[in-house]
């Protein structure tokens, strides 16, 4: 189940997004600031609720989200919870239509694995990173990645941090601890601003 922050978004999977849904789904997504910037398409077929994104050549789609539930186990450095690994495979086969071509991961066993289910769906091998190294990656994955997109799996801090970073604003704040839900699309353009979708995924939390 997808849903769009503070509503309902996708129903179930027989549910038909009519034609006006979907224009005002792809105007949110399009720079205020100049119309005619290519805009990211973004797609909910009626027959399933999978996620379609398709990046722009000039920009790039960075799919951020916070690692699923951790177990009450692990010391400092707990793995998923049975919850958290169906979460990591709700989040593989709700991306499994996106031509995700990099994941990226702190180097923490929760983090890891949230973004192994989707590197594995994907044919892709999870790379690391160091989120106190956010506001350079925040430059540099652009370039490196433009016209492509990307999931960041990080923490209830570093998400909204780049989340943030990427737009160039201060207007997303730390997750509570017990939300595991969230999950951003943050398109970034070449020559217009940033543009975020804030979605809710899996089970409510």
């Known amino acids: 189940m997808l849903r769009r922050q503070g509503r309902k978004y996708f129903s179930g999977m027989n549910r038909i997004i009519t034609f006006f849904s979907a224009l005002l789904l ?40 916070r690692h699923a539930e951790k177990s009450a186990t692990g010391g400092s450095d707990p793995g998923l919870s049975a919850e958290g690994q169906l979460r990591a495979a709700e989040l593989a086969r709700m ?14 066993n929760r983090t890891r694995q ?10 892709l091998s ?53 939300q595991y839900d969230n999950l951003y699309i943050v398109t970034v353009y070449r020559h217009s601003p940033a543009r975020v979708m804030h979605l809710k995924y899996g089970k409510a939390t």
Request: charged share 10%.
């Open 26 to 65: 792809i105007g949110a997504l399009a720079p205020a600031c100049d119309k005619n910037a290519p805009t990211p398409i973004v797609h909910v077929p009626a027959e399933r609720d999978t996620l379609v994104v398709n990046a722009p050549d000039t920009a790039t789609v960075f799919i951020l989200v």
């Open 95 to 108: 991306l499994k239509e996106v031509p995700v071509t990099a994941v990226w991961s702190s180097n923490y």
């Open 114 to 123: 949230t973004a192994q289910a989707v590197a594995s769906d994907q044919g």
């Open 126 to 178: 999870v790379q690391l990173y160091d989120p106190n190294g956010q506001a350079a990656l925040s430059k540099s994955w652009p370039q490196l990645f433009a016209g492509q997109t990307v999931l960041v799996v990080g923490h209830s801090n570093t998400v909204p941090q780049l989340v943030n970073l990427l737009t160039g604003t201060t207007n997303y704040a730390q997750m509570p601890e017990e």
